[in-house]
């Protein structure tokens, strides 16, 4: 289900996000991405059949490494997502889903970009203005052995930017399985005290929460989607974790506290 609009805030007392696209993949067409088949093997990124999918009845965009009729592939497969407009909407985040379709070959490597423009060489510019990206071996976090793990990217660089495209890439790995995206979301932060935030960042791993920023963080609290606080804990270092082990499965809202100004985000608890 494809999304290109501004949402209003989850909850009207955090600050005001504007939700500029997203894309769960439930309706099985990724016709709207551009997909490259650089290695030139004939497979590509494809939005993958519900009815093998790990976690149920949920949908993917899903790239291989293995196939059962022809073997080992090397992939280099590019899905890059429509132009999406950010004129005028304040900090800038990316968050996903990613994981490995099999939990003993799970030895996946990708990299996601976001950029001010849709070639390989755009998403190949090391100038922060332009691009932003992460790589990573997903196989070097277990929760990502046949789950789907949550993902942020920090895009404050690109604040200013009037157009960007969202690229996932699947490289440098070979005779592993699948590759599994999902709940593709890019944000804009609407009112955020820039300087106490930067360099905030946070991940969910192994049920934690992992936080960091460049000054001390204060506090953090987590609400359910009744807008119930279930989490408050005072904090004081530039690194800290929060126990999510107590917690039923679902999405939550964090607001973090920095140096007097906050930030919410949501999250995923599996």
């Known amino acids: 289900m494809k999304k290109i609009t501004l949402l209003a805030a989850l909850f009207a007392g955090f600050a005001m996000n504007a939700q500029l696209f997203s894309d769960d993949f439930e309706d ?14 004939g497979f590509n990124f494809r939005a993958y059949d519900p009815s093998i999918a790990q976690n149920g009845e949920r949908n993917y965009m899903s790239s291989e490494s293995w196939d059962p009729i022809v073997g080992p592939l090397t992939p280099d497969n590019y899905a890059i997502s429509p132009a999406i407009d950010v004129a ?25 970009y976001v950029s001010t423009g849709n070639t390989i ?22 929760a990502a052995a046949g789950e789907l793990v949550p993902r942020n990217l920090d895009l404050s660089s690109l604040d200013g930017a009037t157009t960007l495209y969202i690229a996932f890439r699947h490289h ?99």
């Open 88 to 112: 005028g909407n304040g900090t800038l985040q990316l968050d996903y889903l990613v994981g490995g379709q099999d939990p003993l070959y799970f030895d996946e490597i990708y990299t996601v």
């Open 121 to 142: 060489a755009d998403f190949e510019n090391t100038d922060p203005t332009v691009t932003v990206s992460f790589t990573e071996n997903i196989g070097n976090d277990p």
């Open 28 to 41: 099985q067409d990724i016709s709207d991405w551009t997909l490259l088949d650089e290695d030139g093997d």
């Open 172 to 270: 440098d790995v070979t005779d592993q399985f699948i590759i599994n995206f999902d709940d593709v979301v890019l944000t804009g932060v609407l009112s955020v005290e820039d300087n106490a935030l930067a360099g905030f960042n946070y991940f969910v791993s192994n049920n934690q929460l992992n936080l960091s920023a460049n000054t001390a963080l204060e506090n953090v609290a987590l609400y359910n989607m009744l807008g119930q606080q279930v989490v408050s804990q005072k904090l004081s270092n530039n690194t800290e974790t929060v126990e999510l082990s107590g917690l039923q499965s679902g999405i939550y809202i964090a607001t973090v506290s920095i140096d007097g100004a906050s930030k919410s985000f949501k999250i995923v608890k599996n």
